[in-house]
Structures are given as structure tokens and as C-alpha cells.
């Protein structure tokens, strides 16, 4: 088992201890950067006239997911040490953040707004990743040690989420895209302190076949892989929902501080996070992925059935799913396809992966869900938003003259406004439709998947210690 004191440093950095210490400060801070932008910037695009372009920032991610793998084979598997392709990375995408709020405010065009994401996500996706590889080369047991070093990940997406919401109140803010930028030069100074994890691939020929993947997909080979991939792309795509518009849908059903309350998910994923060595041991990975779809499908049904009311418990309630929905179906498939990976293809799976995953499936999804949206919305768009921010303006004051107490009144004034927002779109069909894919390829995946991974008997006895 590797320890704090036996993997090797960086050449840049100190001497070798405290692996696991700086290996969690790297998941906290890698995702700290992602939630501090990417739960408000819809309702940021929203306040700012955006609104018909929101889903197009939930696609630069995806393509940028799509490039990844090439980075990853033509560069990460090769050349440089891991850690180094990190920190440069972290670094260029914190400068392009701090410019995305600069466009926006001067330009008249979205598009620029968006293409400034998509410069941020071009460098931001290799490293989900990168970090992945960084963190498999120093343990020896994925099932146990992993989702230790990744619960920091949460954290530091809750952690973002509460600086944004609850402490700067800037969900509809330009400031998030400085935190944001902040955090990625942050962890890209960081990342040359990290473990240093030479390249697997080095010395060896650039084939195209290896930088597509293809090459990873030949040596994965098994039926039950390939039903894998094929089921994480088709549920990706109801997915995107979610990461698209649940932060636009939460704030029309009348929730406050959205992220903050968003970010409730996130510590849900924290509890499952620290148990997934015992659902391995006792549910394998098959069961794992299906809970996990299955959590997605509960959660859309939820989000449709509350929102013909406004019923906030239970948006709350989809929201409080996301331990499940996030850690029994990403993290799991990010660990059976180590688990069935070699260390020679293990940046290019994990990287083919994500390709798949928050590449295809949901650029693919981000798509369809922003069509679907805009298709449902009401022609009366423009004078029901203006009627609700009047009334939450109204509201605003009245609290404030209360001393902050929610009079009858402000409280009626705040209820017409969530009247008025829950009818800019169909959200009921909005819901449903994700709702029903994902049981779809949720009945697929049981009747054709069979786990086929061995189990190491010491991982297991390492496990249940």
C-alpha cells in the first residue's frame, strides 16, 4: 500500500511525504474551479440577456471532453510528467476565466462570452483526467483509497458553492469567474508540488489509433465493456439536464441562494463517497452503476412532479439524490475501467472515458435539453420575467425594511414571482422527457451487463479492514 512517505516528489518539488495530503489538496482545489462557475453561470447568463444561450455553455464543456483524449495521448501519456501538464494547464485556464466576465460586460455578442468558456474548458477538461492518472500511479487498492482522495473533490465544489452563494451572494454575479480564476492559478502553481508521475507512454510511437482510444477500447475488449460505454453515453445524455438547467428550474420554484442549496447534493456525495468501499464489497459494480441510474430517474420524476406547484421539498429532494445519482455512477465507472485498464493504457481509458461520457453524452444531451427548453418556452417570456423581478425587487425591500424578517406581504410578493417564473417554460415536460430515457437505458443495462472484473481477494480483505 502506498503511504505518505513512499512515492516519489516532483523535480520541482519537495522531498517525498505527505502523498495523500497533497494528492486531496489537489481534488479539492480541481474541483473547487469547476463548481464555483459552472452551477450560477446559467442563472448569470439569465440576469445578464443571455437566456436562449444557456445550454451553449453547458456544451463547450463537452467539446472540450471530445479533445481531451487527444491532448492526453499525443501529449500526457508521453512527454511530460503529469503533474507538470497540470499546473500549466490550471494555469492558462484561470487566465481565460478572469477574462470571460470582460466579454460578457463589453460585448453585445454571446457567442464571445462563450468561446471565452470554451478556451477555459479546452484547458480545464485534460485535467479531470490528469488527476485521475496522478492519483491511480500512487495507490495500490482503487476501491479503497480512491474515493478517499476524491471526497476532497466534493468538498472543494461545496466549498465553492457556499463562497458564490452564500457568502458573496453572486449567482447571478460577474465575481464567480474571478474565484473561479483564482482557484485554477491556485492549483496550477500547486500541481508542481504534486507526486511526480512520470509519462507511461514515453519513448513510445504516436499511433492515431492510440490517441482516439482506440487502441485502449481494443485491449478493454469484453462484451460487458463496450455494453458499459454504450450505456454511460446514452444516459449522459437525460443527464445533461441537470448540470444544464436544475440551477435555472431551482431558482424559478422560489429557492434562494441557489448553489448554496445546490450544494446539498454535494455533501450527500460526501456520505457515499466514504462508503463506496463497502457497496463495492457488498454490490459489485454492476449493482452500483444501476442504483445509480436508477437515483437519476427518481430524481427527474421529482423534479416534474414539483413543477407544476412550485413544491420545493421536492427539488430538494432530486438535489439531495446526487451522492447516489454522481458517486455510484461516475466514480464507479471511473474505477471499473482502471480496474480493467493496464498502467501503458490507463490515460488513454480514463481519458476515452470522459470522451464518451462528459464528451459525447452530454455535449450531445446539453443539445437537446437547450432545443427542448427553448422550444417550451412562453411567448409571454419577456413580461413574465419582468413582472417576477419587479416582485422580488418589491419583496427585497420590504425584507429589508422588516430588518430582514419575511413579512405576510413580501412573502406573497415572493410566491407571484414564482407564479410568474414556473410559467416561462414547460418545466413538467422539461422533466419527464430525461426522466423516461434514463429508465430506458436503465432496463438496457441490467439485461445486458455482466460484471467481469475479478476480484483481487486482497483488495477485498484490504477493504473490509
Known sequence: MVTDDTASASPLGPKPGFVTTRLSIMMFLQFFVWGAWYVTVGNYMGAHGM???????????????????????????????????LGILHILGGLFMFLAPVVATRSDDPRLFIAVLLLHMLCYMPTLGLTNTEAFHHITNQERQFPVIRV???????????????????????VQFFVTGGAGLALGL????????????????????????????????????????VSSFLICIPLAAYYSYAPVFADNVGMQDVAFNMSFGQIAEIVFMLAMPLFFMFLGVKWMLLIGMLAWVVRYGLFSAAATDGIIWMVLGGILLHGICYDFFFVTGFIYTDKKSTPEIRGQAQGLLVLVTQGLGLGLGAFLIGKLVNYSKSSEYDTLTEQAGQFR??????????????????????????????????????????????????????????????????DSADAAA
Open 393 to 458: 425587487d418589491e419583496y427585497a425591500q420590504l425584507t429589508e425594511q422588516a430588518g430582514g424578517q419575511v413579512t405576510e406581504q413580501a412573502q406573497s410578493l415572493w410566491n407571484q414571482a414564482t407564479d410568474a417564473l414556473l410559467s416561462t417554460y414547460d418545466w413538467r415536460m422539461i422533466w419527464l422527457i430525461p426522466c423516461v430515457m434514463a429508465a430506458a437505458v436503465m432496463i438496457g443495462f441490467f439485461l445486458f451487463f455482466r460484471d467481469d472484473t475479478k476480484k483481487n481477494p486482497a
Open 190 to 229: 500547486f500541481s508542481f508540488v504534486l507526486p511526480h508521475t512520470p509519462p507511461p507512454g514515453v519513448g513510445k510511437q504516436v499511433k492515431f489509433t492510440e490517441i482516439i482510444g482506440l487502441d485502449a477500447l481494443r485491449k478493454l475488449s469484453s462484451v460487458s465493456f463496450y455494453v458499459f460505454l
Open 152 to 174: 476532497f473533490g466534493t468538498i472543494g465544489w461545496i466549498a465553492a458553492n457556499w463562497v458564490v452563494s452564500k457568502w458573496l451572494h453572486a449567482d447571478k454575479e460577474a
Open 51 to 85: 437566456a436562449d444561450h444557456i445550454y451553449l455553455a453547458y456544451i463547450v464543456g463537452p467539446i472540450a471532453a471530445i479533445v481531451s483524449p487527444f491532448f492526453l495521448g499525443m501529449i500526457a501519456d508521453r512527454f511530460f510528467a503529469t503533474e507538470r501538464v
